[in-house]
């Protein structure tokens, strides 16, 4: 689907919360985000979809995370190794990959030791495992709950937002509004559907952005 990303995922957990790392291998993106609880980790990947994601061998074996790990939610769920999303070896691999000595410029600090784990692990299981190339990862984006408004899968259906089963593309919001020229443009406006902004001086920052553009 063109209008999706296919993101790979990483989960790690920590004290009830649980962070969870996305990457679009295609373009890119990569993100991690902290969710105090299960029922919010979930809508937030039944909007992502992820293709596969990542848990370690403990995490696995324990029953905090069964709500998450299912392939409705998570796509297909991966073991690694413990020590992969343990703190100093998933903030190497971040430095490492970005050439910096701290992950403070991209808004990582000392107390998001989940969100460095699970990021980390995610990265080193691409370029070591997979093997894939990893150069065009430039970024590392921190997300947060208070941006947005994460709508559930529910509320997507009812209000026509997404093409389903039995609602065709041409029929939902996102065929509507579609007007995109590229396959990155799509997933882009199909995120921004799903996880709209909360602040309104960024709603109009973002409308004054698109507006610039299309005028020209």
């Known amino acids: 689907d063109s209008a999706r990303n296919n993101f790979l995922a990483a989960m790690h957990r920590d004290q009830g ?9 295609s373009t890119g993106e990569f993100t991690v ?10 809508d937030m990947l039944r909007v992502a979809a992820p293709s596969e994601t990542l848990v370690t061998i403990e995490e696995r074996a324990g029953s905090a995370l069964d709500q998450l790990l ?13 020590w992969t999303m343990r703190f100093d070896a998933a903030q190497d691999a971040l430095l ?4 910096v000595q701290s992950l403070f410029g991209f808004g990582i600090g000392e107390g998001d030791v989940g969100k460095v784990c699970a990021a980390g692990a995610l990265l080193q299981y691409v370029s070591v495992r997979l093997r894939h190339a990893v150069g065009h990862i430039r970024s590392l984006r921190v997300c947060s709950g208070q941006e ?8 997507c259906y009812h209000l026509d937002m997404l093409p389903q089963r ?47 553009f299309t005028r020209r």
């Open 96 to 99: 490492r990959h970005f050439s």
């Open 148 to 155: 947005f408004v994460t709508l559930d899968e529910t509320t």
């Open 17 to 25: 919360s649980v962070d969870i790392a996305l990457l679009d291998l």
């Open 33 to 42: 985000e902290t969710f105090t609880g299960i029922a919010e980790a979930r």
């Open 166 to 212: 039995d609602h065709p593309l041409e029929n939902t919001l996102l065929g509507v509004l579609d007007a995109t020229r590229t396959n990155m443009g799509r997933r882009l406006l199909r995120n921004w559907l799903v996880r709209p902004l909360r602040s309104m001086d960024e709603v109009c920052r973002r409308h004054d952005a698109v507006d610039l």
């Open 70 to 82: 299912i392939p409705e939610i998570c796509g297909s769920v991966t073991e690694i190794e413990d």
